[in-house]
């Protein structure tokens, strides 16, 4: 792996780095808020009539994928006529998603969210209202995907992370905003959300026109890259409709077996693990048009390099965070949402367990994909994890504990992981499976054994409080660094220290 290429994605790392401190510092701040402004009973509409709409966008997430893998191929193939191409397929594709969304959206969904769905008296109005701007937010946010992709695929992460920062800044305004509005909060702050939404679309537009020559468009649909586009998103698609529906099924069967409040604590889980998940998936986001273009390549040995060293450094970014804020959750959900909804501390600690088996399937996955050798992935992938829903309501219905809806997905992710490194293995020349797992899995899973003894041991000597969680963080992050930096070998040290140094001078400057 070149230089360039380990400068190039230290530095699109460190813009999404800064993306995610303003974006977490202000999603910190606005959840508590708006939980408090809307009520945890609105506060569960608004999250399980979204869930609908999302389940409806699994469309979107597949073609977004297939966008960015074909992007990405054709960058790294320096094919100037296939990328435009592809851009402007890409957009005929979304636009088409967005209409198929509308139509399913304003039948199924709105058929499900009236007769099916549990809303408190007398708020079923203001929840149509929020499913219908969800709708049509949603359908901005397809059409914005090829634009996005493009970003991405360019490593124009600056823009990337100033989009996200305004989004946020945009979200910090309709909390000030909702605290003085006379009219219906849940409406005014779905109406709100999706302003934002539609003015973002514009940003993305507008750079992508002025930025990217192959972002100009016409009416002229080429068949043999849209068949190629919509055969690579046909297993795609299964895969995605399986994991959607576990995702908002899971939603559902807490709504139908706890109701609202239950489904506030899952949202606000999601919420925690969402700003915990990004830590390590902006190291992997930087590092996915390099492992794609140098698949495009066929450089296999800097492909393997590439995603072993992004798999040890995104667990380690990971477990840094995850090791002190699993110890303090209790304290930590209290000091930030004051009234914490029941279940959200099990919620939380479930799905930060299951998104780490996730974070190590996430970057093999990368490797299918340049691949395109995704039809047994998604089978097995998609499969056994929709199974989790039936089996959840089963439990349920036996009156089981609704952290099954979350314990299952350990299984499933496991079983994937596993699969993942299989196929890994079969398109990787010279990959090595157990030292793969080694060097990307096992070194940092060990070295947050110091920092989960220490942690603990400061539980038992220390009264709970903000002085504990100080020295928890400090002492937890320092013995894991530590040992972190001493299970590198001398090459990756070295190749910190001097990206570190770089990086340092360039913002200096």
Same mark, same amino acid.
């Given at each position: 792996?070149?230089?360039?290429?380990?400068?190039?994605?230290?530095?699109?790392?460190?813009?999404?780095?800064?993306?995610?401190?303003?974006?977490?510092?202000?999603?910190?701040?606005?959840?508590?808020?708006?939980?408090?402004?809307?009520?945890?009973?609105?506060?569960?509409?608004?999250?399980?009539?979204?869930?609908?709409?999302?389940?409806?966008?699994?469309?979107?997430?597949?073609?977004?994928?297939?966008?960015?893998?074909?992007?990405?191929?054709?960058?790294?193939?320096?094919?100037?006529?296939?990328?435009?191409?592809?851009?402007?397929?890409?957009?005929?594709?979304?636009?088409?998603?967005?209409?198929?969304?509308?139509?399913?959206?304003?039948?199924?969904?709105?058929?499900?969210?009236?007769?099916?769905?549990?809303?408190?008296?007398?708020?079923?109005?203001?929840?149509?209202?929020?499913?219908?701007?969800?709708?049509?937010?949603?359908?901005?946010?397809?059409?914005?995907?090829?634009?996005?992709?493009?970003?991405?695929?360019?490593?124009?992460?600056?823009?990337?992370?100033?989009?996200?920062?305004?989004?946020?800044?945009?979200?910090?305004?309709?909390?000030?905003?909702?605290?003085?509005?006379?009219?219906?909060?849940?409406?005014?702050?779905?109406?709100?959300?999706?302003?934002?939404?539609?003015?973002?679309?514009?940003?993305?537009?507008?750079?992508?026109?002025?930025?990217?020559?192959?972002?100009?468009?016409?009416?002229?649909?080429?068949?043999?890259?849209?068949?190629?586009?919509?055969?690579?998103?046909?297993?795609?698609?299964?895969?995605?409709?399986?994991?959607?529906?576990?995702?908002?099924?899971?939603?559902?069967?807490?709504?139908?077996?706890?109701?609202?409040?239950?489904?506030?604590?899952?949202?606000?889980?999601?919420?925690?693990?969402?700003?915990?998940?990004?830590?390590?998936?902006?190291?992997?986001?930087?590092?996915?048009?390099?492992?794609?273009?140098?698949?495009?390549?066929?450089?296999?040995?800097?492909?393997?390099?590439?995603?072993?060293?992004?798999?040890?450094?995104?667990?380690?970014?990971?477990?840094?965070?995850?090791?002190?804020?699993?110890?303090?959750?209790?304290?930590?959900?209290?000091?930030?949402?004051?009234?914490?909804?029941?279940?959200? %501390?099990?919620? +939380?600690? !479930? /799905?930060?367990?299951?998104?780490?088996?996730?974070?190590?399937?996430? =970057? @093999?996955? &990368? *490797?299918?994909?340049?691949?395109?050798?995704?039809?047994?992935?998604?089978?097995?992938?998609?499969?056994?994890?929709?199974?989790?829903?039936?089996?959840?309501?089963?439990?349920?219905?036996?009156?089981?504990?609704?952290?099954?809806?979350?314990?299952?997905?350990?299984?499933?992710?496991?079983?994937?992981?596993?699969?993942?490194?299989?196929?890994?293995?079969?398109?990787?020349?010279?990959?090595?499976?157990?030292?793969?797992?080694?060097?990307?899995?096992?070194?940092?899973?060990?070295?947050?054994?110091?920092? %989960?003894?220490? +942690?603990? !041991? /400061?539980?038992?000597?220390?009264?709970?409080?903000?002085?504990?969680? =100080? @020295?928890? &963080? *400090?002492?937890?992050?320092?013995?894991?660094?530590?040992?972190?930096?001493?299970?590198?070998?001398?090459?990756?040290?070295?190749?910190?220290?001097?990206?570190?140094?770089?990086?340092?001078?360039?913002?200096?400057?």
């Amino acid at each position: 792996m070149s230089a360039s290429t380990n400068s190039r994605i230290a530095r699109n790392t460190v813009f999404l780095y800064l993306r995610m401190f303003v974006s977490m510092c202000i999603s910190l701040y606005t959840s508590r808020v708006v939980l408090n402004a809307l009520g945890t009973s609105d506060y569960g509409i608004y999250g399980i009539v979204g869930s609908i709409v999302v389940f409806f966008s699994f469309l979107n997430t597949t073609l977004s994928t297939s966008t960015s893998r074909f992007l990405t191929f054709q960058l790294g193939r320096d094919d100037h006529d296939a990328l435009n191409h592809t851009f402007t397929n890409a957009v005929m594709l979304h636009v088409g998603i967005a209409l198929i969304i509308l139509v399913l959206a304003e039948t199924i969904g709105l058929w499900f969210l009236n007769n099916h769905l549990v809303i408190p008296a007398g708020r079923l109005d203001a929840a149509n209202w929020v499913y219908q701007l969800s709708v049509v937010a949603c359908m901005t946010g397809i059409i914005e995907v090829p634009f996005k992709a493009t970003v991405i695929s360019h490593e124009r992460m600056d823009f990337y992370a100033y989009a996200s920062i305004a989004f946020s800044l945009l979200k910090l305004g309709i909390v000030f905003l909702l605290a003085v509005s006379p009219y219906d909060k849940l409406i005014f702050y779905a109406t709100l959300i999706f302003a934002c939404q539609v003015v973002i679309f514009w940003a993305y537009f507008v750079y992508c026109r002025i930025s990217f020559s192959e972002c100009r468009l016409s009416l002229r649909a080429d068949r043999g890259i849209m068949r190629s586009m919509v055969s690579f998103s046909g297993w795609t698609l299964y895969s995605n409709i399986c994991f959607t529906t576990r995702q908002q099924g899971s939603n559902v069967l807490l709504n139908l077996f706890g109701g609202t409040v239950v489904n506030a604590a899952a949202g606000l889980a999601s919420t925690t693990l969402t700003i915990l998940e990004q830590f390590a998936s902006n190291l992997v986001m930087a590092s996915r048009p390099q492992i794609i273009k140098h698949y495009a390549q066929a450089d296999h040995s800097a492909m393997l390099r590439l995603m072993s060293n992004t798999s040890l450094f995104a667990n380690m970014l990971f477990l840094v965070v995850a090791v002190p804020f699993v110890t303090e959750i209790s304290y930590i959900l209290r000091l930030w949402l004051v009234n914490v909804p029941p279940y959200m %501390v099990g919620f +939380s600690i !479930l /799905l930060i367990a299951g998104a780490y088996i996730s974070l190590n399937n996430n =970057v @093999l996955f &990368v *490797a299918i994909q340049a691949s395109g050798s995704i039809r047994t992935y998604s089978l097995l992938a998609g499969t056994t994890s929709v199974l989790v829903i039936p089996v959840a309501y089963l439990f349920f219905k036996n009156g089981s504990t609704f952290y099954w809806v979350y314990i299952l997905p350990l299984f499933t992710n496991s079983m994937i992981y596993l699969y993942c490194l299989f196929v890994f293995k079969r398109i990787i020349t010279g990959a090595h499976i157990l030292r793969y797992m080694r060097d990307s899995l096992l070194r940092p899973t060990l070295c947050a054994v110091p920092a %989960v003894l220490l +942690s603990g !041991l /400061l539980t038992l000597v220390v009264e709970q409080g903000f002085v504990r969680l =100080v @020295l928890i &963080v *400090a002492l937890s992050t320092g013995a894991y660094i530590s040992c972190a930096y001493f299970a590198l070998t001398k090459e990756m040290r070295n190749t910190v220290i001097s990206q570190l140094s770089q990086l340092k001078q360039k913002f200096i400057k």
